[in-house]
């Protein structure tokens, strides 16, 4: 494997909510989504939300290394979405930090 896939840091976050606010937590997410492709050394971020529990919802994003990650982290825009984001949750955001295992 090649050093520069080996530094990528790769996120998966699970946010749920109650069904009654489930279009608003959506809506508020979303507005993660295009700030962070615009950021430096992201690679994906993408928004998905379960079939079988829709109330549940995942952020799969990618970063080129462990700062991408940290400077995406400690951005106003994440920290001001979260201000109404977080009090409609139910559980979350669970973040994973994982790596490539394989090429």
């Known amino acids: 494997m090649n050093n520069t896939k080996a530094n990528e840091r790769h996120i998966i976050c699970e946010l749920r909510c109650d069904a009654k606010d489930r279009e608003r937590v959506r809506d508020l997410i979303l507005r993660f989504v295009e700030p962070a492709r615009a950021e430096p050394g992201c690679l994906y971020y993408d928004l998905y939300q379960r ?18 990650v940290d400077s995406h982290a400690a951005h106003p825009h994440v920290a001001n979405v979260m201000k109404e984001l977080g009090p409609l949750l139910t559980f979350g955001p669970s973040i994973t930090l994982i790596t490539r295992a394989s090429d």
């Open 51 to 68: 079939v079988d529990a829709p109330d549940t919802f995942f952020i799969l994003d990618g970063w080129v290394d462990q700062a991408a």
